[in-house]
């Protein structure tokens, strides 16, 4: 299955189980990768033989910006839902969602999660 994919998307969101995240807030970096068959476009060279990314992006934008969970894992289901909803020709979505500065005491990278979801 060909992919599309949108990589390190850097959003501000309120999302999180403790209260410090939910009042202050951090950034939300998201990777989806979104299996379609590009065949169509690929040929065409039309807009609408594809997915538009953009459109994609302004899914993923609203959702972490506009809406507030305890937990990215119904953060990333919420977004997965519409992004099937919205565009009929994806058949697999890959996503994932992490957080480079939340409220642990300790050192690391970042913490996240990934959810892999297929077409129902």
């Known amino acids: ?7 390190k998307c850097r959003f501000y969101g309120y999302h999180g189980a403790f209260p410090e995240e939910n009042v202050l807030g951090q950034i939300f970096q998201v990777d989806a990768v979104l299996s379609v068959n590009l065949t169509a476009a690929s040929q ?3 807009l609408e033989d594809t997915v538009h990314y953009g459109m994609v992006f302004d899914c993923i934008k609203d959702h ?5 969970y305890q937990l990215i894992e119904k953060l990333a289901g ?3 839902d519409d992004l099937f909803q919205q565009f009929p020709s994806v058949q ?3 996503l994932k ?5 939340p409220p642990i005491n300790g050192h690391y990278e970042s913490v996240g999660i990934e959810l892999e979801r297929v077409r129902p």
């Open 1 to 7: 299955m060909d992919k599309i994919y949108l990589n």
């Open 44 to 46: 065409s060279d039309q």
């Open 64 to 68: 972490v910006e506009n809406e507030r």
């Open 78 to 80: 919420v977004i997965v």
């Open 92 to 94: 697999a979505i890959t």
């Open 97 to 101: 969602i992490t957080k480079d500065n």
